[in-house]
């Protein structure tokens, strides 16, 4: 049997590229002698059989979400296959970092089941990664489409909306409840479009169309700089490079969700 | 003003009904003085507008999921507005009683915006009530449904296959992948049907269809007591009570999907 394994290349959780721009993998001794470590699944693209592993790092990552413009450019330029691998193997590494004690009695938790679990071992919780759904909506009034600057944006960036779906929400009602909270907009027919894992920490993005029932925005301005209509014109200019507004980069969902919308 | 504050009614996690079968409702003073509460809304059905609390219990909910039959038959017989009341209610206090310490550092941690946080006084870590994305899904071949009855599910009774989303998937992943693990059969043409909360403890369970390439299955034996396959006629005459299988209940989402799938 060819079994090898391999440790993915994490400073912090900031991963490292190899000089051909992959993500860079060294060997299980390259771990830190008490470090956790977590399965990430079997690669068998070379032919033989090789046990990949993450390392959990002695932190997790109490940054601001998306603060860090290195790792977000380094995003940007991996392919797609370990765009995935490190996103997934991020959110379970820092997940892990985040949840050594048990939420339930206070006590220290040990990795279980190749670290896709921690258990207590004073009052026997089972503790799994969590994932949080995230709606993020499109929505369109008369042919045009809204979309928002977040605060702290920088000036000129919009994107699609988006927010939390909470406890007791279908997706359809939590799309309806984030535009109406941060446009002031009622929606109507909302569909499902596409879905992406985002690794800060572990969202899961879901994508919806939906139809604005006016374009009379009451934006809240603790979440949003500003909300706007573009026309379909102005938002194929901006994702051409050369219109009103600086659009989400190329591995955000909502980036995918404005190219479909102008298909559609 | 009008304004009045009631709190849910719940003995543990069971809710109380009233003599015409509604959610029973009490008074902020019926909780324990040192309770914690969760505001869950306001209610301006009968022209005023009232506040609505839930207390948490002293414990969570350490059962087996779904192993109440009391509270089974009793949700069943809740109208639409109070079941979906109940739900989100019961996941929010089911997770203050099981999230009472900070994952991060082990010191107790403390409610906060009106019990829709907690926030750590020794670390400082925030903590946010978690929603647990499921995918439920209808594989069908041919013509013929796939549909499954889980380990220690009663004779006869089949349902939809599900599964939690992992970090790092997206929802059409988790859906071949479940419908792999369990059924050994490979799937095309992912499409989203309809979501809903499900709070036991706190999923949003997220109904899709498939096509599954083959018949063949491969079933695995820790999770699934069986796997099949039923024409349309089975399942149209389960669904009418007079079928080979036993069906979901109709609060549950594989029921809603069922009747889909008959009138596609």
Not at 82 to 94: E, K, P, Q
Not at 232 to 241: F, H, K, P, T
């Amino acid at each position: 049997m060819n079994w090898k394994a391999r440790l993915l290349a994490l400073d912090a959780l900031m991963p490292s590229l190899d000089d051909y721009g992959r993500l860079a993998w060294g060997s299980l001794a390259d771990a830190a002698e008490d470090a956790e470590l977590v399965f990430l699944g079997l690669d068998r693209s070379d032919g033989g059989e090789r046990a990949c592993f993450a390392a959990v790092p002695p932190r997790g990552d109490a940054s601001p979400r998306m603060a860090n413009p290195q790792l977000w450019a380094l995003m940007a330029s991996l392919e797609p296959g370990d765009l995935a691998l490190y996103g997934g193997a991020r959110s379970l590494v820092d997940w892990h970092a985040r949840h050594r004690f048990c939420a339930q009695c206070g006590a220290p938790t040990k990795p279980a089941k190749a670290g896709w679990q921690r258990n207590c071992g004073a009052c026997h919780a089972q503790h799994f990664p969590r994932t949080d759904p995230v709606t993020i909506m499109l929505a369109e009034h008369d042919g045009r489409l809204m979309l928002g600057r977040g605060k702290g944006w920088p000036e000129g960036r919009f994107s699609a909306l988006a927010g939390f779906v909470e406890p007791g929400e279908t997706i359809e009602e939590a799309v309806a409840r984030e535009v109406f909270e941060e446009a002031g907009i009622r929606v109507r027919d909302v569909t499902y479009v596409a879905s992406q894992p985002w690794p800060f920490p572990s969202q899961l993005m879901i994508g919806c169309h939906c139809h604005a029932l006016s374009d009379e925005l009451e934006i809240d301005t603790t979440e949003m700089a500003e909300v706007r209509f573009f026309t379909r014109e102005e938002v194929a200019a901006s994702m051409a490079g050369d219109g009103p507004f600086a659009t989400p980069p190329r591995h955000a969902i909502a980036h995918t969700l404005i190219e479909w919308w102008l298909k559609t």
